[in-house]
């Protein structure tokens, strides 16, 4: 099992940034590669990015490339979603995840854990 806890989120103005947390506990945080998805209203869940579990590769949606940066720190077990110049369109809640799987992660379905999402409003 892997516990994950997203810590971060917040209202925001367009234009802000934010840097999401994510802290890992359980199994070895470094077997993971780690994704972050996010799901706003009426919505499914969708993609964000996602990083290699030695954080050589990482994988953006093409909504938040250019905007947006994913880094993991394995000896803190942790993973950061940096997003800047932020839109209202980023409003949603955002989920951390893990998984044993390796390769272009950016498909919900290859998790096998998940965080409890942490809210992010971007107002006008």
């Known amino acids: 099992q892997v516990q994950l806890v997203e810590s971060g989120g917040g209202l925001v103005q367009a234009g802000s940034s934010l840097r999401l947390s994510c802290a890992a506990s359980?199994?070895?945080?470094?077997?993971?590669?780690m994704g972050w998805f996010r799901q706003a209203p009426g919505k499914e869940r969708d993609f964000v990015a996602a990083?290699?579990?030695?954080?050589?590769?990482?994988y953006f949606a093409d909504s938040v490339k250019g905007r947006f940066t994913i880094s993991r720190d394995n000896a803190e077990n942790t993973v950061y979603l940096q997003m800047n110049r932020l839109k209202p369109e980023d409003t949603a809640v955002y989920y951390c995840a893990a998984t044993l799987t390796s390769g272009q992660v950016i498909s919900r379905d290859l998790y096998q854990y998940w965080g409890q999402g942490t809210q992010v409003t971007v107002s006008s």
């Open positions: 359980g199994r070895t945080f470094s077997n993971y590669a």
């Open positions: 990083i290699s579990w030695d954080g050589r590769n990482t």
